[in-house]
């Protein structure tokens, strides 16, 4: 992007930048036309830097994010540390990738993986004595943040499976808050 964005969405990964970039044109929004950058910082304990870079003292861009449950109260006192409120930023349930594998459904997201060609790997974590106990939905929690690039890779693909009336309450939120100006 050439000059500043305007918006700056700040989320905790990669993964959850590739959902949005997935989910905002099925929402009718073209995030780059309408000056939107998403960042992903790293984690969310990064956020104290990035609000500096983007927030009041910084670029004082219009900012909105994403997290996941357990960082919110992170997020929140790092808001207001430089004068902002929790508005534009939006909690996801555990996290992002819950959410899309609830949106979607365990047979859908079962199936996703099967035309990856990975249902086999996941078949095996499944047979693991430390997972033999768990939910269908926590083995494919698990099986997504498995191995290096699979996590951006699936959100990608679990956003892009799903119709606008289907995505998750968070991501719906966000994409309809940047879209206001």
């Given amino acids: 992007m050439g000059e500043d964005p305007s ?18 044109p099925k929402c009718g929004v073209d995030l780059l036309g309408a000056g939107v950058q998403v960042v992903a910082m790293g984690g969310a304990t990064n956020i104290g830097r ?3 870079t983007y927030g009041p003292d910084g670029r004082n861009a219009r900012l909105a994010g994403l997290c996941d449950v357990g960082e919110a109260p992170l997020f929140a006192r790092s808001l207001e540390r430089v004068g902002l409120t929790t508005e534009g930023f939006f909690v996801c349930d555990r996290d ?56 951006a890779r699936y959100a990608q693909l679990l956003a892009s499976a799903l119709a606008v009336d289907e995505m998750p309450r968070p991501l719906v939120d966000l994409v309809a808050y940047v879209r206001r100006k």
Avoid: C, W, Y
Wanted: no cysteine; glycine share 6%; proline share 1%.
């Fill in 96 to 151: 992002l990738e819950s959410e899309l594998i609830r949106a979607l459904g365990s047979a859908r997201v079962e199936a996703i993986i099967e035309n990856e060609g990975e249902l086999q790997s996941l078949r095996r974590l499944q047979q693991m004595p430390f997972h033999r106990r768990r939910s269908v939905e926590q083995h494919l929690h698990r099986f997504i943040g498995s191995r290096s690039g699979r996590k």
């Fill in 7 to 24: 918006t700056v969405v700040l989320v905790e990964g990669m993964s959850d930048s590739f959902a949005i970039a997935a989910a905002a």
């Fill in 50 to 52: 990035f609000l500096q």
